[in-house]
């Protein structure tokens, strides 16, 4: 049997999507894919897997609660696993759908856009970064804005 070169053998399973949420995701894969490629480019990384988890209020409480210590619904908890190996990363990103809703209405964004803003928010954690400090979160927003006018221009 031969293979080619260009046709893959198997499934790109980068990117695992989970939606328990009950709520809609107005995001298609292929959109969170080019995040995930823009980001890799942009840090020169490369994600081995993430696992890519909508909750509910509830559920991010109770992760929040339980690993941070922390009592409060949040938009995103990321976790990664590798070993600080930037060329294999793995994580899983656990995003509360109710509150990017809410974050959307508050900054005035488009539902999908949030949610993107959300995803890449989380890629940037997974490669490396934090938001502890007011220095911090001003980078990482910077970050977010890059990608995402990024992905936008591949439009």
Known sequence: MTN???????PDDKLIINNESGEAVP???QVLLKLINITEEKETIRYKEIELVYVDEKEIVR???EFLDRDY???IITFRYDENNPDAIEGTLYCCAPR???QSAEFD???KTEYLRVFVHGLIHLAGYDDQTAKEKERMTEKEDQYLEALNSLS
């Open 100 to 102: 990017i809703a809410e």
């Open 4 to 10: 080619f070169p260009d046709i893959p053998t198997e």
């Open 73 to 75: 619904i949040t938009d």
């Open 27 to 29: 995001v298609e894969e």
């Open 63 to 65: 992760i929040n609660k």
């Open 109 to 111: 964004n488009d539902l």
